[in-house]
Protein backbone atom coordinates (compact mmCIF):
# COMPACT_ATOMS: atom_id res chain seq x y z
CA UNK A 1 0.00 0.00 0.00
CA UNK A 2 1.00 3.72 -0.74
CA UNK A 3 0.94 6.39 1.87
CA UNK A 4 -2.28 8.09 1.76
CA UNK A 5 -2.21 11.11 0.56
CA UNK A 6 -2.04 14.53 2.96
CA UNK A 7 -3.97 17.21 1.70
CA UNK A 8 -3.49 20.87 3.25
CA UNK A 9 -7.59 20.22 4.31
CA UNK A 10 -6.97 17.20 6.10
CA UNK A 11 -7.89 18.80 9.12
CA UNK A 12 -11.49 18.01 8.44
CA UNK A 13 -11.39 15.04 6.27
CA UNK A 14 -11.51 11.18 7.39
CA UNK A 15 -10.43 9.32 3.87
CA UNK A 16 -7.86 10.71 1.77
CA UNK A 17 -8.75 11.94 -1.85
CA UNK A 18 -9.39 9.84 -4.65
CA UNK A 19 -6.09 10.25 -7.21
CA UNK A 20 -9.30 10.40 -10.05
CA UNK A 21 -10.54 13.57 -8.51
CA UNK A 22 -7.18 14.99 -7.42
CA UNK A 23 -6.04 14.57 -11.30
CA UNK A 24 -9.59 16.45 -12.09
CA UNK A 25 -9.51 19.22 -9.62
CA UNK A 26 -5.45 20.07 -9.73
CA UNK A 27 -4.32 22.86 -11.44
CA UNK A 28 -0.52 22.07 -11.19
CA UNK A 29 -0.06 20.50 -14.64
CA UNK A 30 -0.43 24.67 -15.73
CA UNK A 31 -0.83 27.15 -13.32
CA UNK A 32 3.30 26.09 -12.41
CA UNK A 33 3.65 28.54 -14.90
CA UNK A 34 3.39 31.37 -12.92
CA UNK A 35 5.64 29.92 -10.16
CA UNK A 36 7.93 33.03 -10.16
CA UNK A 37 4.63 35.06 -9.56
CA UNK A 38 3.73 32.82 -6.76
CA UNK A 39 6.96 32.97 -5.03
CA UNK A 40 7.53 36.45 -4.90
CA UNK A 41 3.92 37.20 -3.96
CA UNK A 42 4.83 35.23 -0.84
CA UNK A 43 8.05 37.43 -0.39
CA UNK A 44 6.07 40.22 -0.10
CA UNK A 45 2.97 38.72 2.38
CA UNK A 46 5.86 37.29 4.67
CA UNK A 47 8.10 40.54 4.59
CA UNK A 48 5.06 42.11 6.05
CA UNK A 49 3.62 39.90 8.65
CA UNK A 50 7.13 40.39 9.60
CA UNK A 51 7.34 44.04 9.44
CA UNK A 52 3.63 44.18 11.44
CA UNK A 53 5.02 41.55 13.99
CA UNK A 54 2.09 39.26 12.95
CA UNK A 55 4.74 37.20 13.48
CA UNK A 56 8.30 36.99 14.55
CA UNK A 57 10.63 38.95 12.10
CA UNK A 58 13.17 36.07 12.32
CA UNK A 59 10.66 33.64 11.16
CA UNK A 60 9.56 35.56 8.34
CA UNK A 61 13.33 36.32 7.41
CA UNK A 62 13.70 32.36 7.62
CA UNK A 63 10.56 31.81 5.28
CA UNK A 64 11.92 34.40 2.75
CA UNK A 65 15.46 33.00 2.82
CA UNK A 66 13.58 28.95 2.19
CA UNK A 67 11.36 31.01 -0.74
CA UNK A 68 14.18 32.62 -2.75
CA UNK A 69 15.71 29.27 -2.52
CA UNK A 70 12.93 27.69 -4.04
CA UNK A 71 13.19 30.33 -6.64
CA UNK A 72 17.17 29.00 -7.55
CA UNK A 73 15.96 25.33 -7.82
CA UNK A 74 13.52 26.44 -10.26
CA UNK A 75 16.08 28.34 -12.30
CA UNK A 76 18.35 25.50 -12.21
CA UNK A 77 15.56 23.06 -13.03
CA UNK A 78 16.04 21.30 -9.91
CA UNK A 79 12.45 21.76 -8.64
CA UNK A 80 9.81 19.23 -9.10
CA UNK A 81 6.12 19.06 -8.19
CA UNK A 82 3.47 16.02 -8.54
CA UNK A 83 0.06 15.19 -8.99
CA UNK A 84 -0.31 15.81 -5.01
CA UNK A 85 0.86 19.06 -4.86
CA UNK A 86 -2.70 20.51 -6.33
CA UNK A 87 -1.68 23.39 -7.12
CA UNK A 88 1.58 25.66 -7.52
CA UNK A 89 0.60 27.39 -3.84
CA UNK A 90 0.48 24.00 -2.28
CA UNK A 91 3.52 22.95 -4.42
CA UNK A 92 5.50 25.96 -3.69
CA UNK A 93 4.63 25.78 0.23
CA UNK A 94 5.38 21.72 0.45
CA UNK A 95 8.53 22.39 -0.94
CA UNK A 96 8.58 25.28 1.74
CA UNK A 97 8.27 23.25 4.53
CA UNK A 98 10.53 20.49 3.35
CA UNK A 99 13.15 23.56 3.59
CA UNK A 100 12.41 25.65 6.43
CA UNK A 101 10.40 23.10 8.22
CA UNK A 102 7.19 24.08 10.77
CA UNK A 103 7.68 27.62 10.81
CA UNK A 104 6.46 27.23 7.06
CA UNK A 105 2.98 26.52 8.58
CA UNK A 106 2.61 30.67 9.63
CA UNK A 107 3.18 32.14 5.90
CA UNK A 108 -0.50 31.43 5.24
CA UNK A 109 -0.93 33.55 7.87
CA UNK A 110 -4.17 36.04 7.10
CA UNK A 111 -4.02 35.14 3.12
CA UNK A 112 -6.05 32.52 1.50
CA UNK A 113 -5.08 30.39 -1.88
CA UNK A 114 -8.26 32.86 -3.32
CA UNK A 115 -6.67 36.37 -3.15
CA UNK A 116 -3.42 34.97 -3.30
CA UNK A 117 -4.29 32.99 -7.19
CA UNK A 118 -5.83 36.45 -8.08
CA UNK A 119 -2.72 38.22 -7.35
CA UNK A 120 -0.39 35.81 -8.95
CA UNK A 121 -2.01 36.08 -12.28
CA UNK A 122 -2.35 39.27 -12.38
CA UNK A 123 1.22 39.86 -11.78
CA UNK A 124 1.36 37.36 -14.40
CA UNK A 125 -0.43 39.11 -16.68
CA UNK A 126 1.22 42.83 -16.24
CA UNK A 127 3.76 40.67 -17.93
CA UNK A 128 2.46 39.54 -20.47
CA UNK A 129 0.81 42.49 -21.36
CA UNK A 130 4.19 43.89 -21.22
CA UNK A 131 5.80 41.17 -23.38
CA UNK A 132 2.64 41.79 -25.95
CA UNK A 133 2.93 45.39 -25.69
CA UNK A 134 6.19 45.22 -26.57
CA UNK A 135 6.10 43.16 -29.44
CA UNK A 136 2.88 45.17 -31.05
CA UNK A 137 5.58 48.01 -30.77
CA UNK A 138 7.84 46.22 -33.15
CA UNK A 139 5.35 45.33 -35.74
CA UNK A 140 3.70 48.95 -35.51
CA UNK A 141 7.28 50.21 -36.05
CA UNK A 142 7.96 47.74 -38.56
CA UNK A 143 5.03 49.20 -40.41
CA UNK A 144 5.59 52.65 -39.82
CA UNK A 145 8.94 52.39 -41.76
CA UNK A 146 7.48 50.58 -44.79
CA UNK A 147 4.93 53.39 -45.00
CA UNK A 148 7.46 56.18 -44.68
CA UNK A 149 9.71 54.70 -47.53
CA UNK A 150 6.53 54.55 -49.83
CA UNK A 151 4.62 58.23 -48.87
CA UNK A 152 4.24 58.80 -52.88
CA UNK A 153 4.18 55.18 -54.19
CA UNK A 154 0.43 54.70 -55.36
CA UNK A 155 -1.60 52.21 -55.46
CA UNK A 156 -5.21 51.40 -56.06
CA UNK A 157 -7.51 51.54 -53.04
CA UNK A 158 -10.39 49.11 -53.14
CA UNK A 159 -14.04 48.90 -51.84
CA UNK A 160 -16.01 45.85 -52.31
CA UNK A 161 -12.67 44.39 -53.87
CA UNK A 162 -12.95 46.57 -56.26
CA UNK A 163 -10.66 48.97 -57.60
CA UNK A 164 -12.19 52.41 -55.91
CA UNK A 165 -9.35 55.36 -56.05
CA UNK A 166 -6.07 55.70 -55.89
CA UNK A 167 -3.78 55.69 -52.65
CA UNK A 168 -0.64 55.77 -51.31
CA UNK A 169 0.86 52.71 -50.28
CA UNK A 170 2.27 54.19 -47.24
CA UNK A 171 -1.42 55.60 -46.56
CA UNK A 172 -3.05 52.11 -46.71
CA UNK A 173 -0.12 51.24 -44.47
CA UNK A 174 -0.88 53.74 -41.84
CA UNK A 175 -4.20 52.33 -41.83
CA UNK A 176 -2.94 49.61 -39.87
CA UNK A 177 -0.70 51.64 -37.96
CA UNK A 178 -3.91 53.53 -37.03
CA UNK A 179 -5.50 49.88 -35.54
CA UNK A 180 -2.58 48.73 -33.79
CA UNK A 181 -1.85 52.46 -32.39
CA UNK A 182 -5.64 51.33 -30.66
CA UNK A 183 -4.48 48.25 -29.79
CA UNK A 184 -1.57 49.14 -28.18
CA UNK A 185 -3.92 52.12 -26.40
CA UNK A 186 -6.24 49.42 -24.84
CA UNK A 187 -3.12 46.91 -23.89
CA UNK A 188 -2.40 50.06 -21.86
CA UNK A 189 -5.74 50.99 -20.30
CA UNK A 190 -6.04 47.33 -19.45
CA UNK A 191 -2.94 47.17 -17.57
CA UNK A 192 -3.27 50.24 -16.04
CA UNK A 193 -6.94 48.54 -14.91
CA UNK A 194 -5.60 45.61 -13.21
CA UNK A 195 -2.50 47.06 -11.48
CA UNK A 196 -3.55 46.60 -8.44
CA UNK A 197 -2.80 44.31 -5.48
CA UNK A 198 -5.97 41.76 -4.05
CA UNK A 199 -3.70 40.89 -1.33
CA UNK A 200 -5.59 41.19 1.89
CA UNK A 201 -8.83 39.84 0.73
CA UNK A 202 -7.98 36.52 2.07
CA UNK A 203 -10.93 34.28 1.37
CA UNK A 204 -13.52 36.60 0.15
CA UNK A 205 -14.25 39.27 3.71
CA UNK A 206 -10.82 40.58 4.51
CA UNK A 207 -8.62 39.51 7.36
CA UNK A 208 -8.53 40.14 11.10
CA UNK A 209 -4.65 40.45 11.13
CA UNK A 210 -3.39 44.13 11.31
CA UNK A 211 -1.95 43.63 7.93
CA UNK A 212 -0.39 46.19 5.71
CA UNK A 213 -2.02 46.05 2.11
CA UNK A 214 -0.15 48.85 0.39
CA UNK A 215 3.22 47.64 1.83
CA UNK A 216 2.27 44.17 -0.14
CA UNK A 217 1.46 46.15 -3.07
CA UNK A 218 4.06 48.33 -3.09
CA UNK A 219 7.21 45.38 -2.35
CA UNK A 220 4.99 43.49 -5.92
CA UNK A 221 5.00 46.94 -7.64
CA UNK A 222 1.19 47.36 -7.64
CA UNK A 223 -0.10 50.89 -8.20
CA UNK A 224 -2.97 50.66 -5.34
CA UNK A 225 -4.75 47.68 -3.67
CA UNK A 226 -8.14 46.58 -5.33
CA UNK A 227 -11.23 48.30 -3.43
CA UNK A 228 -13.44 45.58 -2.43
CA UNK A 229 -12.59 41.66 -0.85
CA UNK A 230 -15.57 40.50 -2.74
CA UNK A 231 -14.75 41.75 -6.01
CA UNK A 232 -11.00 41.29 -5.83
CA UNK A 233 -11.83 37.25 -5.37
CA UNK A 234 -14.05 36.92 -7.57
CA UNK A 235 -12.85 39.64 -10.56
CA UNK A 236 -11.46 37.94 -13.66
CA UNK A 237 -12.12 40.91 -15.74
CA UNK A 238 -8.41 41.70 -16.20
CA UNK A 239 -8.00 38.07 -18.11
CA UNK A 240 -10.96 38.74 -20.28
CA UNK A 241 -10.02 42.49 -21.04
CA UNK A 242 -6.52 41.07 -21.70
CA UNK A 243 -8.44 38.43 -24.16
CA UNK A 244 -11.04 40.66 -25.75
CA UNK A 245 -7.72 42.92 -26.52
CA UNK A 246 -5.83 40.06 -27.72
CA UNK A 247 -8.87 38.74 -29.99
CA UNK A 248 -9.49 42.43 -31.80
CA UNK A 249 -5.67 42.82 -31.74
CA UNK A 250 -5.48 39.31 -34.10
CA UNK A 251 -8.89 40.62 -36.18
CA UNK A 252 -6.63 43.62 -37.30
CA UNK A 253 -3.95 40.81 -38.11
CA UNK A 254 -5.80 38.64 -39.77
CA UNK A 255 -7.06 41.20 -42.29
CA UNK A 256 -3.40 42.64 -42.78
CA UNK A 257 -2.53 38.93 -43.28
CA UNK A 258 -5.56 38.67 -45.59
CA UNK A 259 -4.23 41.37 -47.68
CA UNK A 260 -0.45 40.35 -47.83
CA UNK A 261 -1.60 36.98 -48.99
CA UNK A 262 -3.98 38.73 -51.75
CA UNK A 263 -1.28 40.99 -52.97
CA UNK A 264 1.05 38.18 -53.28
CA UNK A 265 -1.28 35.83 -55.29
CA UNK A 266 -0.31 35.48 -59.19
CA UNK A 267 -3.10 37.07 -60.12
CA UNK A 268 -2.81 39.80 -57.97
CA UNK A 269 1.05 40.66 -57.62
CA UNK A 270 1.63 43.90 -55.87
CA UNK A 271 3.98 41.64 -53.48
CA UNK A 272 6.41 38.77 -53.32
CA UNK A 273 7.65 37.37 -49.80
CA UNK A 274 11.25 36.97 -48.90
CA UNK A 275 12.16 32.82 -49.63
CA UNK A 276 13.03 33.12 -45.97
CA UNK A 277 9.30 33.56 -45.00
CA UNK A 278 7.37 31.47 -47.86
CA UNK A 279 7.41 27.74 -48.08
CA UNK A 280 6.88 25.73 -51.37
CA UNK A 281 4.81 22.68 -52.34
CA UNK A 282 5.78 18.97 -51.54
CA UNK A 283 4.48 18.19 -54.99
CA UNK A 284 4.24 21.53 -57.22
CA UNK A 285 8.14 22.68 -57.42
CA UNK A 286 6.90 25.89 -58.81
CA UNK A 287 4.58 27.18 -55.73
CA UNK A 288 5.99 29.56 -53.69
CA UNK A 289 2.79 29.66 -50.65
CA UNK A 290 2.53 32.66 -47.80
CA UNK A 291 2.39 30.41 -45.23
CA UNK A 292 3.29 32.68 -42.49
CA UNK A 293 0.49 35.57 -43.24
CA UNK A 294 -2.39 32.47 -43.70
CA UNK A 295 -1.07 31.12 -40.52
CA UNK A 296 -1.18 34.47 -38.40
CA UNK A 297 -4.70 34.95 -40.40
CA UNK A 298 -5.60 31.29 -38.93
CA UNK A 299 -4.97 31.46 -35.84
CA UNK A 300 -6.94 34.44 -35.10
CA UNK A 301 -9.78 31.78 -34.68
CA UNK A 302 -8.43 30.41 -31.55
CA UNK A 303 -7.92 33.76 -30.27
CA UNK A 304 -11.35 34.22 -30.69
CA UNK A 305 -12.83 30.90 -28.79
CA UNK A 306 -10.29 31.85 -25.48
CA UNK A 307 -12.00 34.90 -24.84
CA UNK A 308 -15.71 33.67 -25.82
CA UNK A 309 -14.81 30.51 -23.49
CA UNK A 310 -13.87 32.73 -20.68
CA UNK A 311 -17.00 34.97 -20.48
CA UNK A 312 -18.98 31.68 -20.39
CA UNK A 313 -17.16 30.45 -18.09
CA UNK A 314 -17.98 33.66 -15.92
CA UNK A 315 -21.21 34.05 -16.90
CA UNK A 316 -23.58 33.38 -13.88
CA UNK A 317 -21.23 32.73 -11.42
CA UNK A 318 -22.66 33.90 -7.94
CA UNK A 319 -19.87 35.86 -5.28
CA UNK A 320 -17.07 34.93 -4.71
CA UNK A 321 -14.74 32.08 -5.31
CA UNK A 322 -15.85 29.56 -7.33
CA UNK A 323 -13.61 26.36 -8.95
CA UNK A 324 -15.00 27.49 -12.27
CA UNK A 325 -12.66 30.01 -11.99
CA UNK A 326 -9.82 27.48 -12.61
CA UNK A 327 -10.60 27.58 -16.19
CA UNK A 328 -9.24 31.04 -16.12
CA UNK A 329 -5.68 29.72 -17.30
CA UNK A 330 -5.05 27.51 -20.31
CA UNK A 331 -6.97 29.49 -22.40
CA UNK A 332 -5.27 32.52 -21.48
CA UNK A 333 -1.77 31.26 -21.49
CA UNK A 334 -2.42 29.66 -25.22
CA UNK A 335 -3.97 32.87 -26.12
CA UNK A 336 -0.82 34.93 -25.01
CA UNK A 337 1.55 32.30 -26.16
CA UNK A 338 -0.13 32.36 -30.08
CA UNK A 339 -0.35 36.31 -30.11
CA UNK A 340 2.93 36.56 -28.95
CA UNK A 341 4.07 33.88 -31.67
CA UNK A 342 2.30 36.02 -34.41
CA UNK A 343 3.81 39.27 -33.25
CA UNK A 344 7.46 38.44 -33.33
CA UNK A 345 7.16 36.79 -36.46
CA UNK A 346 5.38 39.31 -38.56
CA UNK A 347 7.88 42.38 -38.61
CA UNK A 348 10.24 40.31 -40.07
CA UNK A 349 8.42 38.23 -42.52
CA UNK A 350 6.52 41.84 -43.80
CA UNK A 351 10.30 43.24 -43.69
CA UNK A 352 11.05 40.33 -46.10
CA UNK A 353 8.77 41.61 -48.49
CA UNK A 354 9.24 43.54 -51.94
CA UNK A 355 6.94 45.68 -53.12
CA UNK A 356 6.35 45.89 -57.39
CA UNK A 357 5.68 49.27 -57.73
CA UNK A 358 5.31 48.95 -61.69
CA UNK A 359 2.39 46.48 -61.09
CA UNK A 360 0.77 49.07 -58.18
CA UNK A 361 1.31 52.11 -60.15
CA UNK A 362 -0.58 50.38 -63.28
CA UNK A 363 -3.64 49.06 -60.64
CA UNK A 364 -3.74 52.55 -59.15
CA UNK A 365 -5.51 53.53 -62.70
CA UNK A 366 -7.08 50.94 -63.98
CA UNK A 367 -10.72 49.98 -64.03
CA UNK A 368 -11.22 53.92 -64.65
CA UNK A 369 -10.68 54.97 -60.70
CA UNK A 370 -10.07 58.66 -61.64
CA UNK A 371 -13.48 58.82 -62.93
CA UNK A 372 -14.26 60.58 -59.56
CA UNK A 373 -11.83 63.53 -59.88
CA UNK A 374 -13.70 63.58 -63.61
CA UNK A 375 -17.07 64.38 -62.06
CA UNK A 376 -15.82 66.32 -59.30
CA UNK A 377 -14.02 68.87 -62.04
CA UNK A 378 -17.41 69.39 -63.05
CA UNK A 379 -19.21 69.78 -60.02
CA UNK A 380 -16.27 72.68 -59.21
CA UNK A 381 -17.39 73.80 -62.13
CA UNK A 382 -21.16 74.21 -61.15
CA UNK A 383 -22.48 70.73 -62.11
CA UNK A 384 -24.52 69.17 -60.10
CA UNK A 385 -22.62 66.27 -58.62
CA UNK A 386 -25.17 63.96 -59.57
CA UNK A 387 -25.32 65.01 -62.99
CA UNK A 388 -21.94 65.01 -63.24
CA UNK A 389 -22.09 61.16 -62.12
CA UNK A 390 -24.41 60.20 -64.90
CA UNK A 391 -21.80 62.34 -66.94
CA UNK A 392 -18.85 60.66 -66.28
CA UNK A 393 -20.66 57.19 -65.68
CA UNK A 394 -21.42 57.17 -69.71
CA UNK A 395 -18.11 58.20 -70.76
CA UNK A 396 -16.69 55.52 -68.42
CA UNK A 397 -19.25 52.78 -70.10
CA UNK A 398 -18.34 53.85 -73.95
CA UNK A 399 -14.47 54.01 -72.71
CA UNK A 400 -14.63 50.24 -71.63
CA UNK A 401 -17.32 49.30 -74.72
CA UNK A 402 -14.20 50.88 -77.26
CA UNK A 403 -11.09 48.98 -74.73
CA UNK A 404 -9.87 52.56 -74.61
CA UNK A 405 -8.87 54.67 -71.23
CA UNK A 406 -9.14 58.40 -70.00
CA UNK A 407 -5.57 59.05 -70.72
CA UNK A 408 -6.17 58.21 -74.50
CA UNK A 409 -9.17 60.88 -75.34
CA UNK A 410 -7.95 63.85 -77.27
CA UNK A 411 -8.94 67.26 -76.27
CA UNK A 412 -11.37 67.59 -78.54
CA UNK A 413 -12.93 64.36 -76.86
CA UNK A 414 -12.64 65.91 -73.72
CA UNK A 415 -14.50 68.75 -74.55
CA UNK A 416 -17.47 66.24 -76.26
CA UNK A 417 -17.95 65.16 -73.23
CA UNK A 418 -18.65 68.22 -71.49
CA UNK A 419 -17.97 71.73 -72.53
CA UNK A 420 -16.34 72.34 -68.89
CA UNK A 421 -13.90 69.64 -70.20
CA UNK A 422 -12.76 72.13 -73.03
CA UNK A 423 -11.23 74.72 -69.78
CA UNK A 424 -9.75 71.89 -67.63
CA UNK A 425 -9.02 68.21 -68.61
CA UNK A 426 -9.70 66.27 -65.58
CA UNK A 427 -6.81 64.49 -63.61
CA UNK A 428 -5.15 61.89 -65.63
CA UNK A 429 -2.12 60.68 -63.48
CA UNK A 430 -2.65 58.60 -59.69
CA UNK A 431 -0.51 61.28 -59.01
CA UNK A 432 -2.19 63.85 -59.37
CA UNK A 433 -5.61 62.11 -57.91
CA UNK A 434 -3.59 61.84 -54.66
CA UNK A 435 -2.18 65.41 -54.39
CA UNK A 436 -6.06 66.81 -54.06
CA UNK A 437 -6.48 64.38 -51.26
CA UNK A 438 -5.45 67.00 -49.16
CA UNK A 439 -7.25 67.13 -46.47
CA UNK A 440 -6.31 65.75 -42.60
CA UNK A 441 -6.22 62.20 -42.38
CA UNK A 442 -6.02 61.86 -46.25
CA UNK A 443 -3.85 60.26 -48.72
CA UNK A 444 -1.97 63.61 -50.02
CA UNK A 445 1.90 63.10 -49.53
CA UNK A 446 2.31 65.98 -47.44
CA UNK A 447 -0.78 64.93 -45.51
CA UNK A 448 0.70 61.09 -44.77
CA UNK A 449 4.30 62.96 -43.89
CA UNK A 450 1.94 64.98 -41.26
CA UNK A 451 0.63 61.74 -39.60
CA UNK A 452 3.60 59.38 -40.19
CA UNK A 453 5.05 62.50 -37.88
CA UNK A 454 2.26 61.89 -35.57
CA UNK A 455 2.43 58.32 -35.53
CA UNK A 456 6.34 58.14 -34.49
CA UNK A 457 5.65 61.05 -31.60
CA UNK A 458 2.59 58.68 -30.18
CA UNK A 459 4.45 55.63 -30.46
CA UNK A 460 7.75 57.18 -28.98
CA UNK A 461 5.07 57.62 -25.62
CA UNK A 462 4.06 53.82 -25.84
CA UNK A 463 7.79 52.96 -25.73
CA UNK A 464 8.48 54.84 -23.37
CA UNK A 465 5.68 53.74 -20.78
CA UNK A 466 6.41 50.09 -22.05
CA UNK A 467 10.24 50.86 -20.85
CA UNK A 468 8.99 52.16 -17.50
CA UNK A 469 7.02 49.60 -16.52
CA UNK A 470 9.19 46.72 -18.18
CA UNK A 471 11.93 48.24 -15.89
CA UNK A 472 9.73 48.21 -12.53
CA UNK A 473 8.48 44.67 -13.42
CA UNK A 474 11.98 43.82 -13.80
CA UNK A 475 13.34 45.34 -10.50
CA UNK A 476 9.94 43.55 -8.56
CA UNK A 477 10.92 40.14 -9.87
CA UNK A 478 14.00 40.00 -8.38
CA UNK A 479 15.87 39.10 -5.31
CA UNK A 480 16.22 42.11 -3.76
CA UNK A 481 13.29 44.45 -5.78
CA UNK A 482 16.07 47.07 -5.85
CA UNK A 483 18.82 44.85 -7.90
CA UNK A 484 20.12 46.06 -11.47
CA UNK A 485 17.49 46.62 -14.59
CA UNK A 486 16.95 43.47 -16.04
CA UNK A 487 14.69 42.12 -18.30
CA UNK A 488 11.31 40.78 -16.25
CA UNK A 489 12.09 37.05 -16.72
CA UNK A 490 7.78 37.05 -17.61
CA UNK A 491 5.86 34.22 -18.90
CA UNK A 492 7.95 31.28 -20.73
CA UNK A 493 7.11 27.94 -19.60
CA UNK A 494 8.10 26.47 -16.96
CA UNK A 495 9.45 23.35 -16.88
CA UNK A 496 9.18 20.98 -14.30
CA UNK A 497 10.92 17.21 -13.60
N1 LIG B 1 -5.87 26.29 -8.03
C1 LIG B 1 -6.80 27.34 -7.84
C2 LIG B 1 -6.95 28.13 -9.14
O1 LIG B 1 -6.25 27.85 -10.04
C3 LIG B 1 -6.33 28.28 -6.78
C4 LIG B 1 -7.46 28.82 -5.95
C5 LIG B 1 -7.93 27.79 -5.09
N2 LIG B 1 -8.88 28.22 -4.13
C6 LIG B 1 -9.74 27.35 -3.62
N3 LIG B 1 -10.53 27.77 -2.73
N4 LIG B 1 -9.78 26.12 -4.05
O2 LIG B 1 -7.77 29.01 -9.25
Redesign the pocket.
Known sequence: MTQPIKTRWSGRFSDAPDLRSLAFT??IGF?VRFLHEDIRGNVAHVRMLGKQQIIEPEEAAEIERGLWQIWDEADANTLSFTMED????SGVERRLREIVGPVQAKLHTGR???D??STDMRLWLKGAVLRISGALLDLTNALTEIAADHVETVMPGFTHTQRAQPVTLGHHLLAYVSMFERDLERFQQTYIRMDRSPLGSA?LAGTSYPIDRSAVADDLGFSGITRNSMDAIADRDPMIETLFDIALTGTHISRLCEELVWWSSGEVGYITFGDAFATGSSIMPQKKNPDVAELARGKTGRLYGHLIGMLTVMKGLPLT?N?D??E??EGLFDAVDTIVGILQILPPAIRSVTFRTERLAAAAVADFTLATDAADVLAKHGVPFREAHEVIGMLVRRCGDEGRTFDQLSPEEWAAVHPVFAEEIPPLTAAESIALRDIPGGTAPRRVRTALAGTHDRLSDLAAWHAREQTKMGNVMQRDSVGPQLEYPGTGPLSHA
Open positions: GSDEDVHSRNQVAHTMQDK
